[in-house]
């Protein structure tokens, strides 16, 4: 249970970085460079299967205001069941602030130009589209 009460939080905000397996590395060094120069709180967390790329990521920034974006993706075959292409990524708020689309901008916006036209927005069809009309809401 959360401090406002909720039992369950789901995200605000969904994207995909559609990247292969191989950029993973590249992302994590991303997700460093930002928790550093933006004072964030980063959680890391993966697993090698001893082939030389990570079976799994697990990657957590949250600021003190309780915004919490997290990347959680496994290895998946190409094609295979449940297929997710790239990187699903998703904010979260842990409790109510009025900064995190300042803080869900600049995500997006760094991760735009270190991975130009990668970053995408899954409607509720599960096609991709523009960026949620939410985070012009500044």
């Known amino acids: 249970m959360f401090l406002d009460g909720r039992k369950q939080i789901s995200p605000v905000v969904s994207m995909n970085l559609n990247v292969s397996q191989s950029e993973w ?16 709180s980063l959680q890391d967390g993966e697993d090698f299967s001893g ?9 957590d920034l949250c600021d ?4 919490n974006i997290s990347v959680t993706a496994y290895n998946q ?7 997710i ?4 990524i998703e904010i979260y708020l842990v409790h109510d602030n009025s900064n995190w689309k300042i ?21 509720k069809s599960g096609t991709y589209g523009p ?5 012009d809401q500044k």
């Open 77 to 83: 075959s190409e094609g295979g069941k449940g297929f």
């Open 25 to 40: 590395g590249n992302v994590r060094e991303f997700f460093r460079r930002l928790s550093a120069s933006h004072r964030l």
């Open 131 to 135: 960026k949620p009309a939410i985070l």
């Open 51 to 59: 082939v030389g790329l990570p079976d799994s990521l697990g990657l």
């Open 64 to 67: 003190n205001n309780g915004t």
């Open 85 to 88: 292409r790239g990187l699903p």
């Open 103 to 123: 803080f869900a901008c600049d995500f997006i916006e760094a991760m735009q130009q270190s991975w130009p036209g990668k970053v995408e927005f899954p409607d």
